[in-house]
T-cell receptor, first 114, second 115 residues
Framework: SAVISQKPSRDICQRGTSLTIQCQVD?????MFWYRQQPGQSLTLIAT?????????ESGFVIDKFPISRPNLTFSTLTVSNMSPEDSSIYLC???????????FGQGTRLTVV | AQSVTQPDIHITVSEGASLELRCNYS??????LFWYVQSPGQGLQLLLK??????LVQGIKGFEAEFKRSQSSFNLRKPSVHWSDAAEYFC?????????????FGSGTRLQVQP
């Protein structure tokens, strides 16, 4: 199994600012994903972080708002840009090995925008 | 596209009672199915998963789930609930052959345990 570390674990940010969340996996993984969990809601996929190329975004999410990097097979970042209170959510990083049956999650980043 | 339905938003059971959380999926081929638990303020912990073989799957913390293809269901069960089981439970489906590797999650079921 893979262990995923996310930083920061929580933050309170001013509206209009940006926050970058880091995701570090302890082993090389094939796929990395970013999810959003709004208060009291389920997980919604933001994007697939592709190693060495632009991320693939889901409908309703755009690169200008959620730029993602994945410079190698163990690390990815998600930036939440120009934040508003509606961006207050838990953001979770996920990784998969070669098999879709192996799906691991970080502890999440709890973001509050004031 | 695959989808997951968890019909019960909130369930309350007494400690020591049995538990069944429902999950129905929609997917054209054989899905990969997961149950995760999320305690307040925590990330997701994998309870169990099914991808082939025996349709009754054993997981951690005394949980089990049964895959029923005819009913498109993957219900989670526990014979005797402990107070520490109070949490949010998510069912998720994955599909290798669609090219979409990310999991699709249900809306979750919040479990409350009464003493």
């Amino acid at each position: 199994s893979a262990v995923i570390s996310q930083k920061p674990s929580r933050d309170i940010c001013q509206r209009g600012t940006s926050l970058t969340i880091q995701c570090q996996v302890d082993s090389q993984v094939t796929m990395m994903f970013w999810y959003r969990q709004q208060p009291g809601q389920s997980l919604t996929l933001i994007a697939t972080a592709n190693q060495g190329s632009e991320a693939t975004y889901e409908s309703g999410f755009v690169i200008d708002k959620f730029p993602i990097s994945r410079p190698n097979l163990t690390f990815s970042t998600l930036t939440v840009s120009n934040m508003s209170p509606e961006d207050s959510s838990i953001y979770l990083c996920s990784a998969q090995g070669a098999k879709v049956t192996e799906a691991f999650f970080g502890q999440g980043t709890r973001l509050t925008v004031v | 596209a695959q989808s997951v339905t968890q019909p019960d938003i909130h369930i309350t059971v007494s400690e020591g009672a049995s538990l069944e959380l429902r999950c129905n999926y929609s997917y054209g081929a054989t899905p990969y199915l997961f149950w995760y638990v999320q305690s307040p303020g925590q990330g997701l912990q994998l309870l169990l998963k099914y991808f082939s073989g025996d349709t009754l799957v054993q997981g951690i913390k005394g949980f089990e789930a049964e895959f029923k293809r005819s009913q498109s269901s993957f219900n989670l069960r526990k014979p005797s609930v402990h107070w520490s089981d109070a949490a949010e439970y998510f069912c998720a489906v994955g599909a290798l052959d669609t090219g979409r590797r990310a999991l699709t999650f249900g809306s979750g079921t919040r479990l409350q345990v009464q003493p």
